[in-house]
């Protein structure tokens, strides 16, 4: 039977419309066999970060619409028509600040949303009160099922850096004295016991150090830079404090700008080749031998997704690198949203439509099924910018304003809602023979099956103007019973909408730019 994804309306209206298996199969169907036992890497979620917006959001804003974003982002409930009411993430990335909100203008940070409040506020002296309006985001995570917290830190405490600022001074190396190293490293520490302890939140992971490649002097932001065995001496230092202290927590390096910092120097002498640099062991700056540093090496997608060939480069550069490594290491892209400039896309303009979705979708796609990524996650949940750096837009307001859900929100839950924590990315076989690279003008596909078999999802985005009529096959036997269908394209209503549902060997259209999720994860 032909199963189409269509308004009721158009189809009442549609001359060109089939009956029940009247379509031949003259070629034109994309078939997709999964090979479920072809296995690539783990997947271990989806994610976003609170900064910068949440500090005033889960502050200020009234409870109804704090709920309603966390909601949108955390929660995989279902409405009374089978509806995703959130795109489920369960990675919630917690920005600890460097105290450049306390100075105020004297942070010299002109933008007061890009400033942070730090828990830290003197050499060894803390106020617990701090950051409040993330913490009630945390706990909104926490309550809706989100199960893995990362701490991240753009600056060490404006108290223990070397200018007394959130923003660096010298852009070639890291704005902390060598003394200060053990005050920070117990900092990070006290902070993951103590969000343990108060709001009963676990960080799983911390990162140190966040894009130490660039140079952080332009006062935009917190941030600081950091040569390779700077990153290497401070994290000894919070490894020993961290097994000293008894945290869980592990630690997430090295957060490189761009990917291609993983593998190469990229113009930056002392910040690059990462991979090797801290999971090589006949590297100086080695470090996956410490008890507290997690064997995965944490990138960002910025810059290297377009033209499409180096974009696809790049990623085969990055899966080279970790498989060449001598020790098994995993690659968690940790954050992206739309900078870079192109003939197809910019980053200045708020889109709450299907381009920027089907963009990200594209650059999603690419980095599971190329650079073969166990991770994902974007940059800002909550945005009060006209720029493309949001999953949710709210107006540029402290205290309250409006709330604005996006497609690329709900193209993220296309991946976010229905892969699992624990599921592997399993190869495809397609009837038109077309590998990753040959697929991002088209209709692009990857698949992924839990471990035991039980629970299947297919992602397909369709980046052309055309409709595309596609069948799936799973070539294992345990994997049978129907499935559901979510889509996810420029119609107000189809926000990670439920469809119908569909059994293998059927027919579905995929509708023109569009992203589509075929499940049984419920």
Not at 178 to 199: M, R, T
Not at 212 to 221: A, E, G, V
Not at 455 to 467: H, P, R
Not at 496 to 511: D, H, R, S, V
């Amino acid at each position: 039977m032909i199963l189409k994804i269509y308004l009721a309306l158009f189809i009442a209206l549609s001359s060109c419309q089939k009956e029940a298996g009247s379509k031949p199969d003259d070629g034109s169907v994309l078939k997709l066999t999964i090979e479920a036992a072809a296995t690539r890497q783990t997947v271990h979620g989806f994610g976003a970060s609170d900064a910068w917006s949440c500090q005033f959001v889960g502050k200020n804003w009234p409870e109804d619409k704090k709920e309603q974003m966390a909601d949108w982002l955390f929660s995989t409930e279902l409405d009374a028509e089978g509806h995703p009411k959130g795109i489920g993430l369960n990675t919630w990335r917690f920005n600890i600040g460097a105290g450049s909100s306390e100075q105020g203008t004297a942070s010299e940070i002109e933008d007061e949303w890009r400033r942070a409040e730090s828990f830290m506020t003197g050499k060894g002296i803390y106020d617990w009160s701090k950051h409040q309006g993330q913490r009630w985001f945390l706990k909104a995570a926490k309550e809706r099922g989100v199960n893995q917290f990362i701490g991240f830190v753009n600056s060490p405490p404006v108290s223990l850096t070397k200018n007394g600022k959130a923003f660096s001074s010298d852009k070639n190396s890291y704005n902390l004295v060598e003394e200060n190293y053990s005050l920070f490293a117990n900092y990070l520490a006290d902070i993951a016991i103590k969000l343990n302890e108060l709001d009963e939140v676990k960080l799983k992971y911390i990162s140190p150090f966040n894009e130490p490649q660039w140079d952080w002097t332009n006062k935009s932001q917190e941030g600081t830079p950091a040569q390779n065995t700077e990153i290497a001496t401070a994290t000894r230092v919070i490894n020993t404090v961290f097994e000293q202290k008894g945290v869980d927590a592990l630690l997430e390096i090295p957060e490189s700008a761009q990917l291609n910092f993983m593998y190469e120097n990229g113009g930056k002498a002392g910040r690059g080749f990462q991979v090797y640099s801290f999971f090589d062991p006949a590297s100086s700056e080695y470090l996956g031998n410490l008890s507290k540093v997690a064997p995965k090496i944490a990138a960002h997608s910025y810059y290297t997704t377009w033209p499409l060939t180096d974009m696809t480069t790049t990623r085969r550069k990055v899966q080279d690198a970790i498989k060449s490594n001598p020790e098994p290491v995993e690659f968690w892209m940790s954050e992206y949203c739309v900078l870079e400039n192109n003939s197809e896309i910019e980053g200045n303009g708020r889109d709450l439509g299907m381009k920027t979705a089907l963009y990200t979708s594209r650059v999603i796609f690419t980095d599971l099924a190329i650079a073969n990524a166990s991770s994902w996650q974007w940059w800002l949940a909550i945005s009060p910018y006209d720029y493309k750096d949001g999953l949710i837009y709210i107006d540029y307001n402290k205290n309250d304003g409006a709330l604005y859900d996006s497609k690329t929100l709900w193209a993220l839950g296309n991946y976010s809602r229905f892969i699992k924590d624990g599921m592997q990315r399993v190869m495809l076989t397609r009837s038109d023979a077309k590998t990753d690279e040959q697929s991002l003008a088209g209709i692009m596909s990857c698949a992924f099956v839990s471990t035991d078999k039980s629970q299947a999802t297919i992602v397909l985005t369709n980046y052309l103007n055309t409709e595309v009529p596609v069948q799936f096959m799973f070539n294992d036997a345990s994997l049978n019973g129907p499935m559901k269908v979510y889509l996810t394209d420029g119609r107000n209503e189809n926000n990670l909408a439920f469809q119908q549902e569909i059994n293998e060997g059927e027919q579905l259209i995929i509708p023109s730019r569009s992203v589509v999720t075929i499940s049984n994860v419920q």
